[in-house]
């Protein structure tokens, strides 16, 4: 913003944030007998769309492709305590460029 005490004429510039969202889930944890957690992703400003993807057959997403910003669920099965589970988010925005987050999940 600028201005001109003299005549004041006000100059002002409106920016937008077009930084990426990073979604700051270090981890969850489920007990040995499993269960499911609920996450928010955050698709990055510029829109596109995710994939989810599990490490293990047994985790059940209630959603593995978002286009729009979502909550998802994540459900493991039972495992032995300090089991890590993981699903792998994999961005695309609408210019193209990709990137990667990983939510863990911890049996405790």
């Known amino acids: 913003m600028k201005s001109n005490l003299t005549t004041g004429e006000v100059d002002f510039s409106l920016y937008l944030d077009f930084r990426p969202m990073i979604n700051k889930v270090p981890f969850y944890n489920v007990p040995t007998s499993g269960g499911s957690v609920v996450t928010a992703i955050n698709l990055p400003n510029g829109g ?21 910003s979502s909550n998802v669920t994540i459900t493991t099965p039972a495992a032995s305590a300090r089991t890590v589970f993981s699903v792998t988010v994999s961005y695309v925005n609408t210019n193209g460029v990709k990137s990667e987050e990983i939510i863990y999940i911890v049996v405790q």
């Open 48 to 68: 596109g769309s995710a994939l989810l993807t599990p490490s293990d057959a047994g985790i059940v997403l209630s959603q593995t492709t978002l286009t729009s």
